[in-house]
Nanobody, 116 residues
Framework: QVQLVESGGGLVQPGGSLRLSCVAS????????MGWYRQAPGKRREHVAR???????FYRDSVKGRFTISRENANNTVYLQMTRLELEDTAVYYC??????????WGEGTLVTVSP
């Protein structure tokens, strides 16, 4: 089993920045496969950024150049640095870890609100 705990959400003005953190614990040996999803009110959960199974970062198009995913292996932590935030970035952000054969593990989520 793997446990994921997010932090760092909050209220920010358009154009501002936030950094989300996700700490993984339990039966985890690699941060490959970890990433971030988000779900805005009334919308489906969508991928934001992740490390592939080979450890390469992968982003959705709308956040490329604004968001950066990074990792700290020693502390089993993955970060999402978000800059130039837009109103459309408002959502609950979830940490995700995918591993075969179990599938997806999810955190509880952290709310990011972008508002003037």
């Amino acid at each position: 089993q793997v446990q994921l705990v997010e932090s760092g959400g909050g209220l920010v003005q358009p154009g501002g920045s936030l950094r989300l953190s996700c700490v993984a614990s339990g039966d985890i040996f690699s941060l490959n496969g970890m990433g971030w999803y988000r779900q805005a009110p009334g919308k489906r959960r969508e991928h934001v950024a992740r490390f592939t199974s080979r450890g390469d970062p992968f982003y959705r198009d709308s956040v490329k150049g604004r968001f950066t995913i990074s990792r700290e292996n020693a502390n089993n932590t993955v970060y999402l640095q978000m800059t130039r935030l837009e109103l459309e970035d408002t959502a609950v952000y979830y940490c995700n870890y995918y591993r075969e054969p179990e599938g997806d593990y999810w955190g509880e989520g952290t709310l990011v609100t972008v508002s003037p």
